[in-house]
Each structure stands twice: as structure tokens, then as C-alpha cells.
């Protein structure tokens, strides 16, 4: 994989099988004490958060590795269950969710797990890891005691919890706690029915023994809430504030037992069009330093942050989406290298426990690929043939991803103009129901971008008959607050001018699948070539290139980050596998990782490009180019950054 010093390292590690649980393994609260038992004795746990499904499975025991090298002796990880369960009833457990062998790899270098299986997570992933297809129920009401979001969670923990049974702490595995929902003191439902019930579930599947938790901000507001009895309370928050301010927080709930900051901020999310969250070292360490010296336990929220590749990014309102980097200014970076932060967060951890002897896995070396031609193939309207495998649905007024059982990616609205429009008329959302960007187009020529939140109206024209496309792209749910309920598609009704635009017909697509499939590249269809300059729109459309890496050259294929110099805002592909959205002209985010794992000495390399708004292709040759350094925090469009509710000193009383 090209990096031999890492892969020897981790081939010292053995894999063993989950062994049989003996009398002593136990974990539970001493509140006498306050404080952990691990088998009887006092125990602390030092923790990091890493998201499997952030990084891919081959990475996995190299993250692992150099997260129990900086001296952490256990892991916090999510489960999000629209990853395994993304429709109803068709579970997938394999490859990159191969959530037990996860768990086995945590085991084996001795580390511990702190399991948060939801079903809700939160964790910037569409829609806090609830599946979308909950949504058929217009009405549901998430996250609480609704009978069909009951039904459907319990269906789902029967299926996922006698999974990780034989991984507790108790039966020899590495599970000492399992989390009950997610900082649920923060929505605004308050069922405690509902906690009740996913308690019942919980002990109904894993026993009695096992150490349940709840996390919520570190204010008596957000506890008032998502505190339950029978569950131990922990609190979250960052550095920079007074730790024993906010433990205190904790006290209320919890007025005997050990500390717990369940997530201790290294960094913070992203959003397209916001500046890169850094946090400062100094800061971080010494806001460390003061958790650790009053015993408390703590995990690093997020340890190594990974990549959200695909569609799978959530959003906050207003509706501001997550990049594909989900670099947290974390520890370990994107890619899993080493930083400064993490040999400080390292020497502060000597100070409270020994840390492993031998060396730290060095980070992955980066491979300059170069710069790699691209010639387009076609529209979006043009491919309608190859991409909507259920062809046209005819109706009145626009159906939503959700009413054609979509829930990622594209889909395409037509009709006709129904009036002559000579002049600019207005094609407006008026109640805002363009989720979440909408590319519009008048017989083949881009008329301009719909935008939720930001952009409801834009002005057109054309003639009576002509053909009106809008393309509509999902950016990804709502994953936090009582908006999570996040419809995708049209959702509401379009106007022109003061009349209301029906019948539709309706386009769901499956690019993904067209282009695992090669389906592009067989295509014989015809190629449009770009006409408009690149300062203005042109209609979305594939484009494709190829590079081979030579089978001579030692430890190739490495790691690499692709960029697109000139490009506006798509979703790319390698070799069939979607690597996520691009958006350099809004930034902050302009590379995309690309793990080694991906790529081929074999055979060439196919890359597909899916621009939405305007490529450099109509100046001449135009390329992608894969660069050896990430840029992550070149931010050129500033729009206000998502922020939770500031904590008051009130609160934390």
C-alpha cells in the first residue's frame, strides 16, 4: 500500500478470536467511590472518537494503532444505522461496515469501546444516521414514542444488538458502555417514554450488566431532558471554559460517580462556505491537563475525523451542509497523519498513565499523480436513457426523493412553459421548498441555480413549449435540532410569475449505479461540447478522463488528493466509487482525499466528474489534477457559521 514502515508495524499484531468471558470481566460504577470498576479495580479511561465509517477498512488497524500509541486506552466510535440499513430490511454488514471486525481490531490492540449506537447520532451524517426512508410516514415524529419510528428502531436493534452481544466487556470482548440515544436533552420532543423504551431494548438484548450512558451538553437545561434514571448521565464540552464549571453541570445529575466528558473538542465541524475550524493546541492540552488532574474520564471528540465520502454529510439550519472532509482539526488529520496536536495531546496523557513503548506508525506517504485530461461526454437531459433505470413519472404537481424511494444524489423535474415569457419572469419557490439546490435550464441552456435558504426566486424567460429542466440535488439531511424531518427534492410547489406550475414529469436517478456500471464510458451517445465561457452557467454534465500508475515504480499506488482548477461545484468518482462533493468556488474544502486502496497499477484509472455548474472545458483542454498536500481551509465565500446555543454561566449552574 506504499507505506512498508506502517504495514510492518501492523503486522506484528495478530488477529485472535473473540474469547469466552471469564468470571471477573466486569465493568460497572462505584459511585462510592466515584470513580469506574474494570474487574474490580479503579479505572480511568482516556478515549478518542473515530467513526468507521468515516474510514476505509484497510485504514483501520493503522488509525487504531496510532491512537493507542499516543497513550489512549480506549475508542469511542457511532453506529449509524442508515449506513447498514439504508432500505428496509436489507442489512449490510460487509467490507467498509463490517462493524465486528471493527470491533475485533479494537480488541486486539487492547483497546476498549465506548459504543454509541444510537439509533439517532447526530455525528454531521445524514440525518443523524436515522434512514431517510422513515420519511415515507410524512407525519412522523422522530426520536420519540411514535409507533411507526418504534416499530422500525426496534427492528432494527433486534437485528444490530445480538451482533454486538458477544463483544461486551462481560463476554470477553471490548465493550465497557453502550450509550442511549444522543445528547437527547437537545431536542425538542422530551419523551422519556422513549428513553424508557430504548432502555428496555437495550437491557433486553445485552443484559443487565452493561454499563448504559446518555450525553448531553454540559448545561442543567440539556439534562433536564436527556438525563434518565438507571442510565448514567456524562456531559459534553470543549476547551478554553471551566472544567469545574461544567462537571458541575454533571453533578446535578449524576451527584456520585465518575466525571465523564463524553466529547471533549479537538476541533469542530466545517460547512461550505465558512472558515476551516481550527482550535488551538496550548488551548486544548491545557483544558486537558486540568480534566485529567481531577480524574475525570474524557474522550477526544474527534481523534481522527476521516472522510464523508458519497452523499452521506448532514447539514445544520439554516440549511448549511458539511463538506466531504470531515478533518475536525482533529489529531490525526483526514488521512490519518500525524500532527503537532497529537504528540502535545500525547506528553499531556504521560503525565496520568504509561504510555506503549515502540515506535508510532509514521503517516502515509502522498503521491503527485499530476494532471489528468478531461473530455466531456454529456448532459444530465441528454442522459436520461442511461441514468433513470424507472424512466418518467407523470404528476401534478413534484414528487420528492422520498415519494420515489430516493435517497441520495439527483433528480430531474421537467415540464413545459406553460406562457410566452419575453421578458425576465420569476420561477420562485415561494415557501422555500427547493431542497436543496436546484439547476435550472430552458432547452438545453442553464437559466440559473435555486438555492434553500439563500436564493428562492430567479428570473427567466422563453417561449410557451419550451422545455424546463431543474435538476435538483440532495446535499445532505438536517442532522441535528427538530429539523431532521429533511424532505429532499421539490418540496413544495413552483411558480412562474403569479401562477403555479403543474404537471410534472419526474426523473429518479441512479447515477451511482450507471457509473459502477461504466455505463459512460460505453456510451455511444452523442457528446455536446461546452459552448459557455466559464464565468457564466452551463447545463450540469459527466465528463471523463483517465491515468495510468506505473507497475515499476516501488510502493505505488500512495495515497493522494485530487483538485479542480477552474471546476465550480460536482461529485466526482474513481473507478466507480464515489469519492464525494467538490465546491471550490465556495471553499472552504478544495482537495478531496483519495485513499491508495482505490487506485490500480493494472489498469487505468477512470475518473467521472458530474459538474453542476461550469467547467473550464469550453477554453480548450481542461484537467483535474492529483497534488501530494491537502487544502482544506481555502475558504472564498464567507456566510456565518453554524453555532450551538452559547452556554450561559446560568446554565452551567
Known sequence: MGFPRAAAALLLLAVIPVSLATSSSNFTVDYKNNCFLKDGQPFRYISGSIHYSRIPQVYWKDRL????????????????????ESTPGRYDFSGDRNLTHFLQL??????????????????????????????????????????????????????????????????????????????????FACDFDYLRH????????????????????????????????????TVDFGPGGNVTVAFEAQRHAEPHGPLVNSEFYTGWLDHWGSPHSVTS??????????????????????????TTFEYWNGANTPYAPQPTSYDYDAPLTEAGDLTEKYFAIRDVIKKYRKIP???????????????????????????????????PVKSPYPLTFEDLNQAFGFMLYQITLPVDCPKPTPLSSPLNGVHDRAY?????????????????SINITGKIGSRLDILVENMGRVNYGKDINDFKGLVSNLTLGADTLSNWTVYSLSIDEAVKKGIFWDSSSPRTPDTAPPTTLSPPAFYAGSFNIPDDIPDLPQDTYIQFPDWRKGQVWINGFNLGRYWPSRGPQITLFVPAYLLSTSAPNNITVLELEASPCSLGPCAVEFISTPIINATTRYTKPFMREPLSKQDLL
Not at 128 to 157: C, E, F, N, T
Not at 450 to 456: F, N, Q, S
Request: aromatic fraction near 10%.
Open 65 to 84: 494503532l496510532k491512537m493507542y500509541m499516543a497513550g489512549l486506552n480506549a475508542i469511542q466510535t457511532y453506529i449509524p444505522w442508515n449506513f447498514h
Open 106 to 187: 479494537c480488541k486486539d490492540l487492547d483497546l476498549l469501546v465506548i459504543l454509541r449506537p444510537g439509533p439517532y447520532i447526530c455525528a454531521e451524517w445524514d440525518m443523524g444516521g436515522l434512514p431517510s426512508w422513515l420519511l415515507k410516514k410524512k407525519d412522523i415524529v422522530l426520536r420519540s414514542s411514535d409507533a411507526d419510528y418504534i416499530a422500525a428502531v426496534d427492528r432494527w436493534m433486534g437485528k444490530l444488538l445480538p451482533t454486538i452481544k458477544p463483544y461486551l466487556y462481560q463476554n470477553g470482548g471490548p465493550i465497557i458502555t453502550v450509550q442511549v440515544e444522543n445528547e437527547y436533552g437537545s431536542y
Open 198 to 233: 430504548l432502555v428496555k431494548l437495550l437491557r433486553s438484548h445485552l443484559g443487565e450488566e452493561v454499563v448504559l450512558f446518555s450525553t448531553d451538553g454540559a448545561a442543567v437545561s440539556y439534562l433536564k431532558c436527556g438525563a434518565l434514571q438507571g442510565v448514567y448521565a
Open 281 to 306: 493546541t496550548a488551548v486544548l492540552v491545557k483544558s486537558l491537563n486540568e480534566i485529567l488532574e481531577i480524574d475525570a474520564n474524557v474522550n477526544l471528540y474527534m481523534f481522527i475525523g476521516g
Open 357 to 391: 513503548e515502540g515506535v508510532v506508525p509514521p503517516s502515509t506517504p502522498k503521491f503527485a499523480y499530476g494532471k489528468v485530461t478531461m473530455k466531456k461526454l454529456q448532459t444530465v437531459s441528454e442522459s436520461l436513457d442511461i441514468l433513470s433505470f424507472s424512466g
Open 440 to 456: 435550472v435550464a430552458i432547452d438545453g441552456v442553464a437559466a440559473g441555480v435555486l438555492e434553500r435558504d439563500k436564493t428562492i
